[in-house]
């Protein structure tokens, strides 16, 4: 029987998940997926917008794992749109690598000699023109003065036209009023700019910011040159440009990592279950074994239906295999992933396929179908069904395509959770689902 250990503190969040995209020139974004705030969970897109949403606040920091373990830091740098949609750019630096260091200018040293004579040292600016705009007033008063003086000693002449002296103090008074005025209005312009920061907003910030730099609220982004076919045009995952008929183009080389915001939460560790080739080739039969079960089943189960509608005659016209003998199918595409999210040593196998009809198939194995089974073993070591589904181009509106991207604790409670894109005929959105003892528990599903 598995043993687990104590249940750790329960993490109220604020708590961001994202995925990260790398492309191979070294840009990197970030989509919001979901946030959680006091144990639930919302769309992290929209949550908290003033217009920003909160989990693409400048200078917030994702770390991203895989499976658990840390792959390097995403730090946002400029949270904008993309078709009109919440995404951010931002720096990424690999786990294991120095942060670059801000260059500096060198400055030669400094030695002091008590021995050398006083040094004047000279005033800023602001004090030179205060100073010399007091010697001007002294001077001036000096000057009439001394005009005062000489006018008195010197015999009645007759009236002299006026000094030009005063019309000529007469621009300056009049320009000196203007530098506040434009220093008013400089400052006021400059403020308007700012954006307005609300001092109770939650935080998820993790870093030191940058004070002195000078940003724009948010931007509006252009798609990457190569853009992927997994590339999100929403908050909540809706894919941009992709549909399900070109779902079988070729992925160019991009990189996508889940990461996560969080202040405080558990240390991480890894999701993977350490086995051996031997054993995991066992999982992968039992696995295939189970898949195909469950596709004649429903198979089966949809014949059934189908069979009341049809006449009894045409049934006997029947020259194939029995009514009710559907053949094994194939598969193609196999990608079994085995994780341990409870530190149980208790694997969880989710396996994604795609079905070849063998020769001589029905009709209700015309068209290749993509399949996704998660089980995990009892007691005895037998496989238990948790989830199946299986859908193709024609059904994505009643079964939407499930892809797996990764194994991550989403509320931060030291157990991992499964997170998927759910692919429907209306777009693309993420989920996060739980593994309890029988199924899978939604934890947050989001809409195209």
């Known amino acids: ?14 708590r961001a998940i994202g995925l990260i995209q790398l492309s191979p020139k070294g840009k990197a974004r970030l989509t919001p997926i979901a946030i959680m705030m006091d144990g639930k969970f919302y769309d992290a897109g929209s949550y908290k917008a003033a217009p920003v949403p909160m989990a693409l606040d400048f200078g917030i920091v994702y770390e991203g794992f895989r499976s658990g373990v840390s792959q390097g830091v995403f730090t946002i740098t400029q949270p904008g749109q993309l078709n009109h949609v919440w995404i951010a750019e931002g720096t990424w630096l690999p786990a294991g690598m120095k942060a670059p260091e801000k260059s500096k200018k060198y400055s030669t040293p400094v030695i ?37 003086k000489k006018d008195q000693q010197k015999p009645a002449t007759p009236a002299a036209p006026p000094a ?10 009049a320009k000196a009023p203007t530098m506040p005025e434009t220093a008013k209005a400089s ?32 931007q509006t982004f252009d798609p990457l040159t190569d853009a992927a076919p997994s590339a999100t045009s929403s908050g909540t995952g809706k894919l941009a440009g992709k549909t399900a008929t070109n779902s079988d183009a070729p992925s160019p080389q991009f990189t996508f990592i889940p990461a996560i ?29 189970l898949a195909a079960t469950q596709l004649l ?37 196999v990608r079994l992933r085995i994780f341990d999210l409870s530190n149980s040593n208790q694997p969880v196998l989710v396996l994604s396929a795609r079905t070849r009809p ?30 199946f589904s299986q859908t193709d181009s024609r059904h994505l509106d009643a079964s939407p395509r499930m892809e797996l991207i990764d194994a991550v604790d989403a509320d931060g409670d ?35």
């Not at 029987?1 to 604020?14: E, I, L, R, T, V």
């Not at 700019?193 to 948010?218: Q, W």
């Not at 915001?261 to 074994?289: I, N, Q, V, W």
Request: no cysteine.
């Open 1 to 14: 029987m598995p043993q687990y250990g104590h249940k750790p503190a329960s993490n109220k969040g604020p």
């Open 112 to 148: 002091e000699d008590k021995d050398a004579p006083p040094v004047l040292h000279r005033r800023s600016d602001k004090a030179d023109s205060d100073s010399g705009s007091d010697k001007d007033k002294d001077k001036d008063k000096d000057k009439d003065k001394n005009k005062d």
């Open 164 to 173: 030009t002296a005063p019309p000529a103090s007469a621009p300056e008074d």
């Open 187 to 218: 400052s006021s312009g400059s403020a308007s700019d700012e954006p307005i920061e609300d001092p109770n907003r939650p935080r998820l910030r993790r870093g030191k910011p940058d004070s002195s730099a000078r940003r724009e609220p948010f």
């Open 261 to 289: 915001s969080d202040a405080g939460g558990p240390d991480s560790r890894p999701y993977t279950y350490d086995m051996k080739p031997a054993e995991e080739a066992s999982y992968r039969s039992k696995m295939l074994a």
């Open 297 to 333: 089943s429903q198979a089966g189960t949809a014949t059934k239906e189908v069979a009341p509608t049809q006449k009894t005659a045409s049934a006997h016209k029947f020259s194939g295999k029995p009514a009710g003998k559907l053949p094994k199918p194939d598969f193609d595409d």
């Open 358 to 387: 063998a020769a001589g198939a029905s009709e209700s194995f015309e068209e290749p179908k993509e399949i996704t089974l998660i089980a995990r073993t009892n007691l005895e070591g037998e496989l238990k069904k948790l989830f």
């Open 414 to 448: 030291g157990r991992g959770e499964l997170l998927f894109r759910r692919t429907s005929d209306g777009g693309s959105a993420y989920a996060i689902y739980r593994v309890t003892s029988d199924h899978l528990w939604p934890l947050f599903e989001g809409t195209p």
